[in-house]
């Protein structure tokens, strides 16, 4: 479904993203784990397009399709979807009006199936009338963002850190959500949609069973493997080591 060859990108001149590969196919979830500015990010917003992510090398294929040149939106049209790691405050501009246009509609008012919608993420009425992120808590941000992609429903979804700050409970609730937008309920066989989770904690893990994991480390990715292994290198040894032990000990 997401194929990126030697990709190499630069953010106000400066090379965050270098000769990277990666592949997932149809009905895969994979994880993506690294330190602190090795550039998870910016692969996310390159991958959607964002016009300060120069791409200086490589290509990003979608379902077949070059969208290396894409505009945001038409890679939005083809498919793919984003929760933010830090999504912007978008004062006079109601919640309910993102749902409403994640769902296709111009516009529209709060009713029955948005209410139903955001009561499944433990999201108050009252904030679907309330500017989009605007005084909204940590974990409040992470539920608005993955409501809006429960209305959107895109094929190919990226995850950028659901799970920091987010409390035992709804962290529960994010993840079974997320199985659910991922196809994780159905059989191997039928799943369609996929999936690129960035995590720190790994708590969103104990939810979904991703099919792989990389190790992200200046840009590059530097190991892949099963998740549970990989994360428990990563836990024990650190991100360093674990690629050291990758390869050496061959593929995790
Ligand atoms: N607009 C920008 N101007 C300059 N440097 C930038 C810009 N955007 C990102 N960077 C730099 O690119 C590097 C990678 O950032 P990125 O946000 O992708 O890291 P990350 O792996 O997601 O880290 P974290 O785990 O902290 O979220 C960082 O050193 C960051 O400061
Ligand atoms: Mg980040």
Redesign the pocket.
Known sequence: MLKIKNLTVE??G?E?IRDLNLNIESGEVHVLF????????????TILGFP?YKVKKGTITFKGVDITDFTTNERVKLGLGMSF?HPPEIRGVKLGDMVNIALGKKEGEIDESMIELAKRLNIAVEFLNRDVNLGFSGGEVKRSEILQLLAQAPDFIMF??PDSGVDVENIELIGKIMCELLDRNKLPSKRERSGLI?T?SGFVMHYIKADRAHV?LN?RIACSGMPDEITKRIMEDGFERCVELCSVKGAC
């Open positions: 953010v106000e400066k965050i690294g330190p602190n500015g090795c550039g998870k990010t910016t692969l996310l917003m300060n790691q950028d850190e960035i720190h992200m840009g």
